[in-house]
């Protein structure tokens, strides 16, 4: 048993240990001296509190401190754990504890921040633009539909708080995930939009008094007592409520970056002007009732949009927040476990787990029991029970019990890490629709802006006066804001993509809904796929001298140190026949099987086709066939040219795989079984599922082939696999479904993984992408029916500004709203 974790007290003898709280240093150890000798904590922190005790002790001992009140005190609350030598240790613990040595990566260390104050899909094309160009970004992603930025940097060029404050230069506010930072946000917002509220309320008050002097004369002092109040309280809410959206659209007319608050700017400000200029010259046509109005209605827009956005996006904040921060790491100095950064926890430590806490890493159970909710992971929400020896998933929740578990895979790489990586590099990606809407509005608003000063133009020429032409000109500025455009793609993405975790189904690409309405074929892979994968041994026929019990060790010698179905099966008849596999050298990995040398021979394993040469002219070939059902595989050892052994093995069918084979012939679909086990055994399978395609004895790029084949045809294909052998063919298909088999998530090919791994998925996924491009098409067609509509209404003179600034928040609700539909249609 590998030696524990030194303690507490030792770590000053050891360097094992942090001088101060016990807790097992890394690689990033922090080294202090104190009164001539050398200690190791494992963060600042523990170091600065040390220092401070051993003052506190008033001892050039610096032991002596362990035996001040202040330390004590610090040991009765909890502030510094009890070591080893206060509590009971026990006589042994499994589970090893190797030492996390972190590395750089070498595209830079990563940074996700959340993102306030955007308002349309320029701010994040602005956010991009600025930050590649800073020093030490290597790159930048922003997604307006998120509000989330993840950036690499260099930490030797830059640092976080530069990086954020190049964001507060152009007026965004960026928070890190758990920051309590955004509530104070939100609540500044709530305020702002309280006084300009609480102003705009009294502008408009005198601006009914003022009306009045329009039907009986008003002497030029009481128009000036009502004039001056007004533009100082509405001065005021230029100022402030305005301040945040002014800022920014000055940033982005900086970089030609035009966007929401640059025609919002154009339209508060231009009333604004005008009116000074004609309380300047004695006039009662004043216009800062128009100026608040904008600006109130849009703060107040903004703040029911994001509380809609946020119900939309609900799944993918919780998915993103499933990460525990904390975890409770136990060894032998505190067996019952103590809390640290989840980011210490490496693999091979031991963590408990109590009732309702969310597992941090990837483990197998080593003590304890209870029932695991998986549904964050898997969409299952069926609780599984979970025993000593059973594997368990990070993001899963003890729904009651209490476990303690060995970690194998932390943080990235465990299961929760790589599907939040996956799901944020999805979002992150533009589709090609997006990427074609985003350029329209960088053309857009300033099209809109000349169209406004066209109407204004042709609305003084026709003689209706210098205010008419304003206050029109500032209509069409307001009405045309593409707010709703820029938002009709990205949220339903965001949302498509967050609801999809949310049911067990990955998504890495999110064109792949785009395609799945153009889809004519379906190409399901067998092993894994249909079938469960979990291959039994059902039997044993030797040849020459091999016994069943000879032919088994040699077997599974050749097929150690490899995790395909068939290797693993064979390990675990012989640990349970109690034989040890024999040794076999030189083995390497063929596409068809395993090779290598034994007793001086060469051993092969593997498929008919693979030991061909050895199998040739043997009638004895056919007897395992005729005698075992249709539907078994056949694994062949051979040794030295010559046929050892025909290995028989049975799978069985997933729950569910003859409806879902029903109901995609249902569709119109063509559906295609392909296998690398032999023909006889595909198509007795294809047989069982109402299949009439069957192809078997395919190798990996030989499905590919089938897949390419299909397309040159003119089809579009489906392959669904279970990412192992299949990687090929899913990178060849138009639209690749994986079947979570456990493997890293991060390195499969597939547009999407089915992580419950039940074959109902396949046509649950196709239904949703329908759903969802269903929803992207009614989001633009309402956009554009919005602006087509809207524009020539306001440009006949039909809207005041204050109706134009209505409807255009309306129509970002209402795409807002149309979303909100598929979210509850499938949360």
Not at 10 to 31: F, K, N, V, Y
Not at 72 to 91: H, M
Not at 766 to 792: E, H, M, W
């Amino acid at each position: 048993m590998p030696k524990p974790k030194a303690s507490a007290d030792m770590s000053t003898r050891t360097g094992r240990g942090c001088g101060l709280c016990g807790l097992a240093l890394r690689a990033e150890r922090i080294e202090a001296a104190f009164a001539g000798r050398n200690y190791h904590f494992c963060c600042t922190g523990c170091r600065q509190v040390f220092s401070i005790l051993l003052q506190a002790a008033g001892s050039a001992d610096p032991a002596a401190f362990r035996r001040s009140d202040l330390f004590l005190k610090c040991r009765e609350s909890g502030i510094i754990p009890a070591t080893a030598d206060d509590l009971p240790r026990p006589a042994s613990l499994p589970g090893t504890f190797p030492a996390a040595t972190p590395l750089l990566p070498a595209a830079g260390l990563p940074l996700a921040v959340k993102v306030e104050n955007m308002w349309c899909p320029a701010c994040a094309w602005l956010i991009e633009t600025a930050l590649s160009r800073a020093p030490g970004v290597l790159s930048a992603a922003c997604s307006f539909a998120t509000d989330q930025l993840r950036v690499q940097y260099d930490p030797v060029a830059t640092d976080p708080s530069r990086i954020m404050a190049v964001l507060q230069r152009f007026g965004y506010a960026a928070t890190l995930p758990g920051d309590l930072r955004d509530q104070g946000l939100r609540r500044r917002e709530w305020v702002r939009f309280g006084i300009a509220s609480f102003l705009t309320m009294n502008v408009m008050m005198l601006s009914f008094a003022l009306y009045f002097g329009f039907f009986a004369d008003l002497s030029a002092e009481s128009v000036a007592s009502i004039s001056w109040p007004m533009a100082v309280m509405s001065a005021a809410v230029m100022g402030y409520g305005g301040l945040p959206f002014f800022h920014r659209a000055w940033q982005g007319l900086r970089r030609a970056a035009f966007s929401m608050e640059s025609l919002i700017t154009v339209g508060a400000l231009s009333a604004f002007g005008f009116s000074t200029l004609n309380l300047l010259s004695g006039s009662i046509h004043l216009y800062y009732d128009t100026a608040c109005m904008l600006v109130t209605l849009v703060l107040l827009g903004k703040i029911i949009e994001r509380r809609a956005k946020d119900q939309v996006l609900e799944g993918l904040e919780g998915l993103l927040s499933l990460m525990p921060s904390k975890v409770r790491i136990v060894d032998e100095a505190f067996p019952e476990g103590r809390f640290v950064a989840a980011g210490r926890l490496a693999a091979g430590d031991l963590f408990r787990v109590a009732e309702n806490e969310i597992v941090a890493a990837d483990g197998v159970v080593v003590a304890g029991g209870g029932a695991s909710d998986e549904s964050s992971i898997t969409g299952e929400p069926r609780p599984v029970m979970k025993k000593p020896g059973d594997p368990i998933r990070s993001g899963s929740r003890l729904h009651h019990g209490s476990l303690t578990v060995c970690a194998e895979r932390v943080g990235p790489e465990s299961t929760l890490g790589q599907m939040v990586a996956v799901v944020q590099n999805t979002i992150a990606l533009k589709t090609p629709g997006e990427g074609r809407t985003e350029k329209f509005l960088q053309g857009f608003v300033p099209a809109v802006l000349v169209l406004a000063a066209a109407t204004g133009v042709g609305v003084w020429l026709s003689g209706r006066g210098v205010d008419a032409a304003v206050l029109r000109a500032v209509t069409v500025t307001v009405i045309a804001c593409p707010c709703a455009l820029g938002i009709a793609i990205p949220l339903a993405r965001a949302a498509g993509v967050a609801l999809a975790a949310g049911n067990g189904m990955l998504v890495r690409n999110f064109s792949a809904f785009e395609r799945v309405e153009a889809l004519d074929t379906v190409m399901l892979d067998k092993t894994g796929t249909v079938t469960r994968g979990a291959w039994r041994l059902q039997g044993i026929i030797p040849f020459g001298d091999f016994t069943p019990e000879k032919a088994l060790a040699l077997a599974s010698g050749l097929e150690q140190g490899t995790s395909h179905p068939i290797a693993l099966e064979l390990l675990r008849e012989a640990r349970e026949r109690h034989i040890r596999p024999e040794r076999v050298a030189v083995v390497q990995a063929e596409e068809n099987g395993m090779s290598g040398l034994w007793q001086g021979l060469e051993a092969r394993i593997g498929s008919a086709e693979f030991l061909a040469e050895a199998f040739a002219g043997q009638e004895r070939l056919i007897g395992p066939v005729r005698v075992h059902p249709a539907g078994s595989s056949l694994v062949y050892l051979g040794v030295g040219g010559r046929p050892a052994a025909v290995l028989v093995f049975g799978d069985q069918l997933r729950q569910g795989i003859e409806q879902v084979a029903a109901d995609l012939q249902r569709r119109g679909l063509r559906v295609i079984l392909v296998s690398g086990d032999g023909a006889d055994t595909t198509q007795a399978i294809g047989r069982r599922l109402g299949i009439t395609e069957s192809l078997g004895g395919r190798l990996p790029a030989e499905k590919a082939d089938v897949v390419s084949d299909l397309q040159r045809r003119g089809k579009k294909v489906l392959m669904v696999g279970d990412g192992i052998n299949d990687a090929p063919a899913l990178a060849q298909a138009d639209l690749s479904l994986a079947v979570f088999a456990g493997g890293s998530l991060g390195k499969e090919v597939a547009d999407a993984t089915l992580m419950r791994a039940e074959p109902a998925q396949i046509t649950e996924f196709l239904d949703f992408g329908c759903a969802v491009n269903r929803k992207i098409r009614q989001n633009l067609v309402l956009t554009f029916l919005y602006n087509a509509i809207s524009i020539p209404v306001a440009m006949s003179g039909l809207l005041s500004p204050l109706v134009a600034v209505c409807a255009m928040l309306l129509s970002s609700l209402s795409v807002i709203g149309n979303t909100y539909l598929l979210v509850r249609k499938h949360s």
